[in-house]
């Protein structure tokens, strides 16, 4: 009774307890109450009871005996609300949860006494839970760091325990004082493994030595011992680097054949992974696993691409250190090695540029993959809105000023997009910058571009007119191209109204009317029979394939194209098709 009124009390000191647990009672309820039956000396029974609360201490009341044998009830009471919403309600789960805190207990030489977690309906034993959790004991093994010995009790959990993560719990005083998760921190070390019969278990370390003994702080939740120690005193004392490093290489040794089985299912899984959705990790695939970088074969294909993708930024990130390291010694006395270490890297920065590469053209294979997705009917025969559709290409409402290049795919219809001086999209003509027009009329998308000899422009201009391109996009199988929606006719109309507002440079500057500058227009619009009936009407020719028109219109100085959504997909596929095969992405 003393050394509990005692705040720092040693009285248990020899069996880890450290005198502080009263006070986390406390932390979770409103007080304690105990009734204690105790045996003196000569075998006489007497009694205790007292009460334990933060506003009245410890409150005795009276030691009589209300047993007929020895043992003492400690009954907790006044439950804070904040703890009772998060603890679990039932015996199975408080006994799980009771048990995993705990199990050292279990473990450590001389084992626990008889546990049990009961309520009205039932109850269950802790000690039967051993055999719940653990899949099979392994022998125990001795790492010594610096002259320090640490004794590892290995253990096989099952797979179906709560937690699947391997683990290292660090002990002191025959207690649990933290946890660490050491998934990844040995190459295939992952959250199941599989032994010689192809069982699933997973690892768990619980290690302990006097070294941590004598370091556990007083409320056992952490040790007074260093992270890291270097410069002269890295020597002599002992780190948790230390002693982690010397943990995990043991359990690298013990663990050797199921974490072999691993690295080469998790290769298999990188492998499968890039080859069928992620192809720009391929060309720096073998730099990822010299990083010592390993898979989970169960992980998720989301986790995998992030994994993925924060390894590559590693690699990037020491290809610019590298870089800066070598281009430095320029101009300077070159060490011996710069030669080597210059193609090292120069080798690396080729890998990565090559990596960049296969993620801009998997970009455009997806693109078109959602292009086609837009242009098939749903389960109810319904087709995408012309504006789906459009915001694809480039996103509406947005001119070449807002936007950057990468936020367009307009090199779905036209490469040569790409290399515009001003572009706009579904803009009024009164909008836009390079006009002086005042109507409100919208086109989907018009660019202009400048060059030093405008092409179909005649021989020797040396004025830098402009090319103009309009395109035009209707909704997929719309069949209303009736004379007051010909969108030929309106694509030409926009070009005279171009021409004929002033037409200026992206900058302001007035470029010198010429109606010789050409004009590309190109419909993209399924070949529904009005359609046809107006491609006809303006004499433009059908296309080897049958998907679409095209021609050109004298009065207008202008090249007209009417492609198919089918068509504008197969020419795009077409013109991508080496790369897609380069990488082993479907082109079809």
């Known amino acids: 009774m003393k050394s509990f009124e005692t705040l720092d009390s040693e009285f248990k000191a020899g069996i880890g307890c450290r005198g502080v647990g009263r006070l986390l009672w406390l932390k979770a309820f409103d007080r304690i109450s105990v009734d204690s039956t105790y045996q003196d000396a000569a075998g006489s029974l007497h009694g205790r009871q007292f009460r334990f609360s933060v506003a009245e201490e410890i409150e005795h009341l009276g030691e ?44 450590r030489p001389g084992g626990a006494p008889e546990v049990t977690v009961a309520d009205d309906d039932g109850s269950v034993s802790l000690n039967a839970l051993l055999e719940d959790f653990v899949f099979s004991e392994m022998a125990p093994t001795t790492v010594d760091v610096k002259g320090e010995k640490f004794t590892m009790v290995n253990l096989r959990f099952r797979s179906s325990t709560r937690s699947t993560a391997p683990r290292l719990y660090w002990c002191a005083a025959n207690r649990v004082v933290f946890e660490e998760n050491i998934t990844g921190k040995v190459p ?49 004392d002992v780190s948790f680097d230390d002693i982690r490093e010397g943990v995990l290489g043991e359990v690298e040794k013990i663990l050797d054949v199921p974490l072999r089985a691993v690295r080469e299912e998790g290769k298999e899984r990188v492998n499968e992974f890039v080859s069928r959705h992620a192809p720009r990790y391929r060309p720096v695939l073998a730099r990822l696993e010299a990083l010592g970088i390993t898979v989970d ?25 590298e870089g800066q390291e070598v281009f430095a010694e320029t101009g300077s006395v070159m060490s011996e090695d710069y030669q080597e270490r210059l193609a090292r890297y120069l080798d690396k920065l080729s890998d990565i540029n090559q990596s960049d590469l296969a993620a801009y053209v998997s970009r455009r294979r997806v693109v078109l993959d959602l292009l086609l997705k837009l242009i098939r009917s749903d389960d109810d025969g319904k087709y995408s809105r012309e504006d789906a559709v459009h915001s694809l290409l480039i996103p509406m409402r947005t001119d070449s000023n807002e936007i950057g290049p990468d936020a367009s795919n307009l090199w779905i219809i036209d490469e040569s997009l790409a290399f515009h001086d001003y572009l706009a999209s579904d803009k009024t003509l009164k909008s836009m910058s390079i006009t002086g027009d005042d109507s409100i009329k919208r086109p989907d998308i018009l660019a202009t571009r400048l060059a030093d000899t405008p092409v179909l422009a005649a021989a020797g201009e040396k004025l830098p007119l402009p090319s103009l391109v309009v395109v035009e996009i209707k909704r997929p199988m719309r069949n209303d191209a009736s004379e007051g929606k010909n969108p030929i006719e309106q694509c030409l109309g926009y070009v005279k109204r171009v021409r004929a507002g002033g037409v200026r440079t ?8 010429s109606e010789e500058s050409p004009a590309f227009c190109y419909i993209v619009a399924d070949l529904t029979e009005t359609m046809v009936e107006r491609c006809e009407m303006s004499n433009l020719r059908p296309t080897h394939d049958g998907l679409g028109y095209f021609g050109f219109n004298e009065p207008a100085k202008a090249y007209i194209e009417v492609m198919s959504f089918d068509r504008l997909v197969n020419m795009a596929m077409e013109r991508n098709r080496a790369f897609f095969d380069k990488l082993g992405l479907p082109s079809a």
Request: hydrophobic share 40%; proline share 4%; glycine share 6%.
């Open 64 to 107: 009589h005996v209300d047993a007929d044998e020895p043992g003492t009830t400690v009954s907790l009471e006044g439950f804070k609300v904040a703890f009772q919403q998060s603890a679990p309600k039932t015996i199975e789960s408080i006994a799980r949860e009771v048990f995993e805190h705990c199990i050292w207990y279990f473990l």
């Open 188 to 236: 295939g070390l992952v959250g199941r493994l599989k032994d010689e019969h192809g069982a699933e278990f997973t690892y768990v370390c619980y290690l302990s030595s006097g070294f941590l003994d004598e370091r556990v702080r007083a409320d056992r939740t952490a040790f007074d011992i260093d992270e890291s120690v270097s410069g002269r005193l890295a020597a002599d």
């Open 297 to 321: 074969p169960w992980i998720k294909d989301l986790d995998l691409e992030l994994l993925l993708h924060r390894a590559l930024q590693k690699l990037e990130a020491d290809a610019i250190a």
């Open 506 to 513: 992206a900058t302001g500057r007035p470029i010198p009317k």
